[in-house]
């Protein structure tokens, strides 16, 4: 059974920052993509940012391009969102997935854990 657990969301200022974790289990997590998806209030979830298994290839929203940074430790089994100069805009409830459907440019799907919210105050 696939388990997917985030952590590290909270309240921060503008222009601050937070490092997202999460945990799988269940599954070879090395051998396939992960992603961090978001949803806010009243809108659609949405992808943030992939990325595939060896960590060579990664794609970001356009709304996060240069503030975000994805990473993974395999051997850990873990996936990070290094989450910097956060705005408002970014608030939202951040969930990690396994296995998402990622072919370099798209990434889609995969199953997802309860999420850790991100609120951002002006």
């Known amino acids: 059974q696939v388990q997917v657990v985030e952590s590290g969301g909270a309240s921060v200022q503008a222009g601050g920052s937070l490092r997202l974790s999460c945990i799988v289990s269940?599954?070879?997590?090395?051998?396939?993509?992960a992603g961090w998806f978001r949803q806010a209030p009243g809108k659609k979830r949405e992808v943030v940012s992939c990325?595939?298994?060896?960590?060579?290839?990664?794609v970001y929203a356009d709304s996060v391009k240069g503030r975000f940074t994805i990473s993974r430790d395999n051997a850990k089994k873990s996936l990070f969102l290094q989450m910097n100069s956060l705005n408002p805009e970014d608030t939202a409830m951040y969930y990690c997935?396994?296995?998402?459907?990622?072919?370099?440019?798209?990434?889609?799907?995969?199953?997802w854990g309860q999420g850790t919210q991100v609120t951002v105050s002006s």
């Open positions: 997935s396994a296995r998402p459907y990622y072919n370099g440019v798209a990434c889609t799907g995969g199953t």
């Open positions: 269940g599954f070879a997590f090395g051998d396939y993509a």
């Open positions: 990325i595939n298994w060896r960590s060579n290839s990664t």
